[in-house]
Each structure stands twice: as structure tokens, then as C-alpha cells.
């Protein structure tokens, strides 16, 4: 089982802790933050990283699209050609390969799912989100995330999602939409479920330590006047994030991303 | 007593809120923060508010610069051009009015201190932040502050201060030094003095709202998981900045703005 995420995000977004956490796994072992001088001259780059877990009993395959550089530069205008670039190679790759004769071993290299982190600043979209989305939407399936979410009260998270939403809805950015659930499934599952959806844009807060509370183990963030317990679904959305996305929907994200986005890809080459 | 204060930073990192509790006034009573579709096409602009505020019983003739649009564009490369226009455009008319005939009753409405909001990212300046504190620094003095620092730990403070320091370091960039203290205080007020110039850049959270704690009324941030209390030197440099900015060296500021920084204007203007 193959799959690929896409991170998009400034720099400091607290991406690499997050993913690192979604998939407890280190993606980022050998990592280095290029001092601000380097950063001065650099564009968006394309890192991957990948590596074998095992989800439930599941084995997966898993690669991290690192986009170091998004959002960084003074100048942001191609922050995200690298990104939509990247997407359309591994579709270019996935078509070759599928109008080949051996089409029995196609590895699928293609973007399944991009998080995108929106910054906490509470205001809604900035410039730089709407021209990105807009240009990701029609490409891959975008979630967009609200970053370090312990920075908003509750009262603030909840009016950044509405802005964030009107925002989506104002500039006609279509983000992933986490399918319905099964007719049959009993009322608790399509409680929990629409609780889920309610809360989208899921706001998330991360973190790769753990911490001592009460006897248990929990990933958190300890500050002087409390500790955030980032799996604790008062604190973060990152519980409902990880459900959403391993749990329940990585099948969905993967068939989309073939009956969707690559059927657009597809059309659009073929009628060159 | 007339004293200009200008707030760099781009929009979302708490600077009406930060400004208004330092002051303890409304300076931003009507205004509105535009749609991120208005947003798309801006540049910075500049907008002033004056108030009169009464401090430890100096009448105080306040005026607060703000600078919305800073680092909100895709392309940033102009965003501290209005800034340092506006400041060089007020040296300009003291210098005008100087050489004039009636000298006696000058308004000073030169710039004596830039407030430089960084985001809390955690890996210290931007290409942004260095290019425009490089152009700031020779006209103004310019303290940089670690904007919405709830955001970090305690330990990630320190590391974000301390790359701060560097950063400024390697690029050369000259922030305001606060003076020495006078070689007479006593040795509490010495140690005091040590302590708020250990804490540069400062690291701080503020708010509009009051919060009741232990039947007192606090400055304060209310959390799932805690409240922030914006006063309490363990949690903010807000009370730092405000002893610093306010109570200490409003005098020193006016001075180096004159000694300093229009001296540095009037030999380039001279000198043409
Ligand atoms: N406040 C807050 N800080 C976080 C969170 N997640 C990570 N951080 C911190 O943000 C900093 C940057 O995180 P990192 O994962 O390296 O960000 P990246 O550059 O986007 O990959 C580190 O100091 C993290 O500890 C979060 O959810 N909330
Ligand atoms: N976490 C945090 N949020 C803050 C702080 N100060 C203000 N805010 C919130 O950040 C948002 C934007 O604040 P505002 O003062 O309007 O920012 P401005 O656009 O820079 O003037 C509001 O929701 C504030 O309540 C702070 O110190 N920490």
C-alpha cells in the first residue's frame, strides 16, 4: 500500500513535528534549518522522504513531501510551483508508465493528499494561501490545517475556521471533502462522524515530546501556566486530524486521487 | 511631551492588542481588518492615531504609527519602503522647520522608536525581517520583540532569543541599547537593570481582556488548559517591555532619535 503527503507551510509551522506524530515516525532525522543568510536566495525545494510502517495491522509505505523554502522568500510568487510541478511529474511518470506495456507493476508515485498549514495569525487566508490553494485544489486533494493551534483560545479557533471557510468559499477553492459515511452504519459512527466534519478545518497542535500527566504518557507541550495535551480533543483537533486521515479515509484519498484529480491530468493530455 | 512610536509587523501578530494594554488606550478603535481579497493587491500603508495619555503624571502627547500591509503580499520587496519613507519624510520637515525663522515652537513628529514584530516561528529571523530591519535600523531606533510568545516554551524562547541575537549579529544589524545605568543606583536597581537587558529581545504576550485570578483583575489569556497571565514576568516580557519603553527610557529614546539617527540625515542632507 503506497501512499504520499504532501506538506506545505512556512518554515516554523511546526510540520515535521506534526507529521512526525501522525505516523510515529522520524521523517526528519537528518534535517537542518538553513540559517536565515542561506534562506535569503532560495526558492520552494522538493524533499521526500520515505519510509515502511505498519497501520493496524496494515503494511504502508509511506512518503513525506517536504516543500522547504514555501512561504520563506521575500518574493513568494513561485512559492508553490515547485509543488504543483512535483504533482504533475509523478502524474506524467504514473501515465507513461500506465500506456506502457508492463502495466502490471505501476508504482504509484503520485500525491495522494496535501496538508496545507494555514498560520495561526487569526485574521483567515493570507494572499499567499489563496493563490497556493487555488493552484494545488485542482491537483491533489488539499486539507487544510490551522498550525499551532494552542496559540488561539477557543473563541478564536472557532472564528479562524469560519474565516477560513468563508475565505474557501469566497474564492471557489474546492478542498477535500471527507466522503459520506455508510447508510447502515449505526448512529454513533455518523454522530462521530459529523462531529468530525464540523470541525474542519481541523485545528492542530503537535508535539513529539511526551509528558508525564496523571500517571499516563501523553504528547504534549508544557508551558508555565498549563500543559497542552495535543491528543486531548478540548486542546487539538489532532486526534480527529489522525482519524480522519489514517484511519478512515487514506482508501478514499487514493481513489479520488485516481478518479479525480488524475482523470483531469489525464483529460487535459489527452486533448493536447 | 510628544512622543512617536511606529508598530512593524505583518497583520495577525497581536500589535493593536500589544499597543493598546501598553498604553492602556484605544488606538484602534475604528478599525477594520480588510478581506484577504482587498489584501491581494496591497502594499503597506501607513496610518496614524494620536491620543493624549497621561503617564506617572506626564502629559504625554502619543502618536502610534501603523503599518498595515507589512510582509501580507506574495512579493514583500517593498514592504518597509512606505516605513522608512515616512520616517525620512518627518526628519525632513523637522529639518525644514529648524532652518526656518520661527524655531521656537517646532512639532517633533520624528519617529523615536520602531516596534519590529517577529512572528514566533521558532527558527529565528526571516529573509523579510533582516532586509527590513537593515533599512530601519539607521533611522530609527528599533526594538525588536518576539510577537504572540505564548506560542513557545520556555526553552524555545531562549533558543528563539538567542537566534535572534545571532541573526542581528551576523547581518549587522544595530538595534536600540538601552543605556547604562547610572553608576550611583543601588545595587537592586542595577540587578533589575541587568535583568531586563538579559531578556532582549523580549518575549511577549499581551491582551485586551481582563481576567479574575485569585479576586484579582488580570491582563490575561484564557486557555483549555491554562491562563496566560500577560503581567506575570514567568509567562510574558510584557511587564519588561513596558518598564523599558514607558517608564525608563522614553527620554533616551527622543535623545538618540535626535543625536543619532537625525544627525545621521542632516550630514547626508547637508552633505549633497
Ligand atoms: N505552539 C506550538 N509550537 C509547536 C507546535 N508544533 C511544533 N511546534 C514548535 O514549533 C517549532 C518548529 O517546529 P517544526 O516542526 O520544526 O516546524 P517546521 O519548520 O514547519 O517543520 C519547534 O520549536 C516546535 O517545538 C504546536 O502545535 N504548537
Ligand atoms: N496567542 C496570542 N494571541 C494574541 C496575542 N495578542 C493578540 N492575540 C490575538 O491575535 C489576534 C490578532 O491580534 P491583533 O492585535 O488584531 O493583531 P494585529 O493584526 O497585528 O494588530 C487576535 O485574535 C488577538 O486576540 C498574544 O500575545 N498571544
Known amino acids: 500500500f503506497d501512499f504520499t503527503l504532501m506538506a506545505v507551510g512556512e518554515s516554523g509551522l511546526g510540520k515535521s513535528t506534526l507529521i512526525n506524530s501522525l505516523f510515529l515516525a522520524d521523517f526528519y532525522q537528518d534535517r537542518k534549518v538553513p540559517p536565515v543568510?542561506?534562506?535569503?536566495?532560495?526558492?520552494?525545494?522538493?524533499?521526500?522522504?520515505?519510509?515502511?510502517?505498519?497501520?493496524?495491522?496494515?503494511?504502508?509505505?509511506?512518503t513525506v513531501i517536504d516543500t522547504p523554502g514555501f512561504g520563506d522568500a521575500i518574493n513568494c510568487e513561485d512559492s508553490w510551483r515547485a509543488c504543483t510541478e512535483y504533482i504533475d511529474e509523478q502524474f506524467q511518470h504514473y501515465f507513461l508508465a500506465e500506456s506502457g506495456l508492463n502495466r502490471r507493476h505501476i508504482q504509484d508515485t503520485r500525491v495522494h493528499c496535501c496538508l496545507y498549514f494555514v498560520p495561526p495569525y487569526g485574521h483567515g487566508l493570507r494572499p499567499l494561501d489563496i493563490e497556493a490553494l487555488k493552484s494545488l485544489q485542482t491537483r491533489v486533494n488539499v486539507i487544510p490545517i490551522i498550525a499551532k493551534a494552542d496559540t488561539l483560545t477557543p473563541g478564536e479557533v472557532r472564528k479562524l475556521k469560519d474565516q477560513i471557510l468563508e475565505d474557501l468559499r469566497v474564492h471557489q477553492i474546492q478542498i477535500y471533502q471527507f466522503p459520506e459515511c455508510d447508510e447502515e452504519e449505526d448512529e454513533e459512527f455518523k454522530k462521530q462522524d459529523r462531529e468530525l466534519k464540523a470541525a474542519i478545518p481541523f485545528a492542530v497542535a503537535s508535539s513529539d515530546t511526551f509528558i508525564e500527566v496523571a500517571g499516563k504518557k501523553l504528547r504534549g507541550r508544557v508551558y508555565p501556566w498549563g500543559i497542552v495535551e495535543v491528543e486531548n480533543p478540548s486542546h487539538s483537533d489532532f486526534g480527529k486530524l489522525r482519524t480522519m486521515l489514517i484511519q478512515s479515509h487514506m482508501h478514499d484519498l487514493k481513489e479520488t486521487t485516481q478518479d479525480l484529480h488524475y482523470e483531469n491530468f489525464r483529460a487535459k493530455t489527452i486533448s493536447l
Request: a positive charge; proline letters at 0%; glycine letters at 4%.
Open 37 to 62: 543568510s542561506e534562506k535569503l536566495k532560495r526558492t520552494t525545494s522538493i524533499q521526500k522522504h520515505t519510509t515502511e510502517i505498519e497501520e493496524r495491522g496494515v503494511k504502508l509505505r509511506l
